[in-house]
């Protein structure tokens, strides 16, 4: 049980550095509370699981005879490290500020915040990459911990770290607060990558050990 809290909590973790990435959903969560207040935001997450389980669905579907093959574990698991790694060393690079991701709203258009939530999901490149390597990787490991249990407790902590940043991100700005500063946002995006870096240095490891 223990390990299962455990492993969720790390999957809140890696999820928070995934989301935190400037990209076209924040840039629609911003633009999309300026202009409708913070109601938004649920609605555009929303849009987002739903993206996510019908791609892990497609994922279970096509390749669930691949769990348990050791030869998967090691080149999903390899992956999944040097994604965590290059989106750690992504974020710490990042040069994206608040002001300029609340300058885009053209994302935003013509959309209902459900299906702006799906559209910058699934016509983002990284989301894909993501699954295919972090998050297929995170599956496996939450399989051979606890079975069902163990990919229930990744998803919950997953999308629990979706919901949260982008609710605080859509609170803030909806609310015009200036608690949410450039300078903020620059720490927890650093502390972030760097975590999301030691987390893929790690998997690397663990997952030579296969060999």
Known sequence: MLEIILFTATSFAVGL?????????LTVTISDSLKKGFVAEPLIVLGHFLAELTLILII??????????SSAVF??????????VILGYRILSSSNSLKELKSDK????GYGSVLSGILTSIFNPFFFIWWATIGWAFM????ELAGIFGVIGFLAGHWASDLSWFSMVSFFTSHGSRIMTNKHYKIMMNASG???????????LNTQKIV
């Open 140 to 143: 496996f490991k939450g399989l």
């Open 60 to 69: 279970f579907a096509g390749l669930g005879w691949l769990i348990g093959s």
């Open 194 to 204: 760097i975590f999301l870096m030691i987390l893929g240095i790690y998997f690397l």
């Open 106 to 109: 053209e994302l935003s258009k």
């Open 17 to 25: 550095s995934g989301a935190m990435v400037p990209g076209p959903m």
């Open 75 to 84: 080149v999903i698991g390899t992956l999944g490290g040097f994604m965590m």
